[in-house]
């Protein structure tokens, strides 16, 4: 039976699938988190902007260089905030569509030094979180009817946008 999380979890991707070869099935009690890359090396000037609702006030994108999908169909990636003044911050974090959650591994301040977080958890991406931009990057390109199959499949989403003539859906690449 699916709980109100899973069904979320299929709202948001789409219906979400799984990821070949994954464990990564809905009905997949012994599923394990691999264990995360250290916080990886970012960019503030090569990020792909993120369609973010009007209310937000800051600038956020995701760097390409930093996106990794797991075998645990966690698709890790940077997120750079940049705010008017130019000032910028950044999280590592993990989005599990399948479950529809986010995690936040490390967080860097303006100098771009990682702050690990001690007791990373899993949040649902729906909830009250202190910026919308997880629940944005799993619709924009993360989880598209399931856990992206590969790194281009996301870039593609990000750079093209999944209504524009140019995006290729996974089965046309």
């Not at 599923?31 to 090396?41: D, G, I, N």
């Not at 890790?76 to 993990?94: D, Q």
């Not at 390109?141 to 199959?149: I, L, T, W």
Request: aromatic share 6%.
């Amino acid at each position: 039976m699916i709980n109100l999380r899973s069904a979320l979890a299929l709202l948001i991707c789409g219906g979400c699938v799984g990821f070949a070869g994954a464990q990564n099935t809905l009905d997949n009690p012994d599923w394990t988190e691999e264990k995360e890359p250290p916080a990886p090396a970012f960019s503030t000037s090569k990020v792909l902007p993120l369609d973010m609702p009007n209310f937000v006030t800051v600038k956020v994108g995701i760097d390409p260089s930093t996106i990794m999908v797991g075998g645990d169909g966690v698709v890790r990636y940077v997120a750079v905030m940049t705010n008017a003044s130019g000032t910028s911050n950044a999280m590592y974090e993990g989005i599990r569509c399948l479950t529809g959650e986010v995690k936040t591994y490390a967080r860097a301040g303006s100098s771009g030094n990682w702050s690990v977080v001690s007791a990373p958890v899993w949040r649902d991406v729906m909830g009250n979180l202190p910026s919308p931009h997880a629940r944005v990057f799993a619709r924009q390109a993360a989880c598209d009817s399931r856990v992206a199959g590969s790194k281009a499949e996301i870039l593609n989403a990000l750079k093209f946008g999944k209504n524009s003539p140019n995006y290729r859906a996974p089965s046309e690449q």
